[in-house]
Every structure is written in C-alpha cells, then in structure tokens.
C-alpha cells in the first residue's frame, strides 16, 4: 500500500530554518502529487503547499507563499519542504499526503487527498 513518512521536524529558535522530508513508496506508477499540510491543537488542519512528480509543477496556499519552498528528489522517492525564517506561528504537526488518482496537484483541500502520514511536531521557541 501507499505509505508516507514525514521526518526533519523538532525544536528551533525564531529566525531559524528546518526542512522537512516526506518518503514515499508504494506506487505502482512514477507521476504522483504530495501535498504538506499543517495543523495547529485546536485548529483546523490547513494546505501549505503541492508538487507533481509528472511535471514538476508546483502551488502554494496565498498565506504560504514566500518561506516556503517545496521540491522532490524522484530518484529517492522524497519530497522536501524548506521552511525558513520561522516564526512561533509556525509551530505545528506538519503532515504531507498524496491523492490516489492525481499525478497532478488538486486544490489544498484536505478532503482531496487520500493518503497520510504521522506527522511530525515543528516547535518553533521565541
């Protein structure tokens, strides 16, 4: 089956950098599309950014853009998300997930993607 694993996150200083990794494996075929998410303890779980492994298009959520960038390795079968200047705002369980059908990036509504990872924890410290 598909499976997704997020790894890279933990504990920075505001000002600082993280860049977190999703590993993929389980498709049957080469195009697919990751999406990163965020979801902060009482909030609701919301769209960061998408990469296709088609075309290497890529779309960021209007609040998203400019601290973060997203990429893929496709030989490792690893999309990455670069996160820069962080802010304790950021502070979150940062998840990526993938759409069963699409090799293409659908819109960053959660309800569009079908496979998940964990998560891992960003803790962001003023």
């Known amino acids: 089956e598909v499976q997704l694993v997020e790894s890279g996150g933990g504990l920075v200083q505001a000002g600082e950098s993280l860049t977190l990794s999703c590993a993929v494996s389980?498709?049957?075929?080469?195009?697919?599309?990751i999406g990163w998410f965020r979801q902060v303890p009482g909030k609701e779980r919301e769209g960061i950014s998408c990469?296709?492994?088609?075309?290497?298009?890529?779309y960021y959520a209007d609040s998203m853009k400019g601290r973060f960038t997203i990429s893929s390795d496709n030989a490792k079968k690893t999309v990455y998300l670069q996160m820069s200047s962080l802010k304790p705002e950021d502070s979150a369980v940062y998840y990526c997930?993938?759409?069963?059908?699409?090799?293409?990036?659908?819109?960053?509504?959660?309800?569009?993607?079908?496979?998940w990872g964990q998560g891992t924890q960003v803790t962001v410290s003023s």
């Open positions: 990469i296709s492994t088609a075309n290497g298009n890529t």
């Open positions: 997930a993938a759409p069963v059908m699409l090799g293409t990036c659908p819109d960053l509504d959660l309800y569009e993607y079908d496979y």
């Open positions: 389980g498709f049957t075929f080469d195009d697919y599309a």
